[in-house]
């Protein structure tokens, strides 16, 4: 019985070894790392909406606006955190605007039938667009699905869960600041529609 527990020990330990980068990201995530400042801004900035029909979820999409308080709040969580590893650079890089200077959102979204969370393809059975003050609709700039999912990532942002997609959705349109004109964010099929609102509902 010894022979097998120390067996089992060694075989978790060359597993571990090969496993450096999961564990530098743990240690990210361990006992706070993220701020309760970041996760105030965040939940400041984010609306969640589910369609149900008859008690079943049909859909469900969390969003978050970059603001510019948003903005800055990641900005300084990510330096504080300042990751090391390769694969989490290039996983930052993911989540960055680039020369985009509009309007952008993430989402996560979960869809019971997998077939149909198909937001970022040309031929979704889903229209987005924007309602933007009382009357100017846009439609996006760009949608894409975010697919390297780490978990600082997912400490950033929480609500990801392995059973959903995470995705940028961008508009050309200027980035708010505090009391700007109404925005709201509608997701369209035939499966329901979803409406988040900001500045509040």
Same mark, same amino acid.
């Given at each position: ?18 496993c450096?980068?999961? &564990?530098?990201?743990? @240690?990210?995530? #361990?006992?706070? /790392?993220?701020?309760? %400042?970041?996760?105030d !801004? ?24 970059r603001? &510019?308080?948003?903005? @800055?709040?990641? #900005?300084?969580? /990510?330096?504080r955190? %300042?990751?090391?590893s !390769?694969?989490?650079k ?26 149909w969370?198909?937001?970022?393809r040309?031929?979704s ?13 846009l439609?996006?700039?760009d949608l894409?699905?975010?697919?390297n ?20 959705l ?22 329901g ?9």
């Amino acid at each position: 019985m010894k022979r097998i527990a120390l067996g089992v020990l060694f075989v978790l330990s060359m597993t571990c070894l090969s496993c450096s980068e999961i &564990r530098h990201y743990a @240690e990210i995530l #361990r006992e706070g /790392r993220i701020s309760a %400042h970041y996760l105030d !801004t965040l939940d400041r900035w984010t609306r969640e909406k589910t369609v149900y029909v008859e008690f079943e979820t049909m859909a469900r999409v969390v969003a978050t606006e970059r603001s &510019r308080a948003f903005n @800055e709040a990641y #900005r300084q969580e /990510r330096d504080r955190i %300042h990751p090391s590893s !390769t694969a989490e650079k290039g996983a930052g890089e993911a989540l960055e605007t680039g020369d985009f200077d509009g309007l952008e959102y993430f989402f996560y979204a979960y869809v019971p039938d997998k077939k149909w969370n198909d937001f970022a393809r040309s031929n979704s059975i889903w229209k987005v667009s924007l309602i933007l003050g009382e009357e100017k609709t846009l439609f996006p700039a760009d949608l894409r699905e975010i697919e390297n999912i780490t978990p600082v990532i997912q400490g950033f942002f929480p609500y990801i869960t392995p059973y959903g997609k995470f995705y940028s959705l961008r508009f050309d349109a200027p980035v708010p600041e505090e009391g700007g004109p109404s925005r709201v964010l509608v997701f369209s099929s035939v499966l329901g529609q979803l409406q988040l609102r900001w500045p509040g509902e």
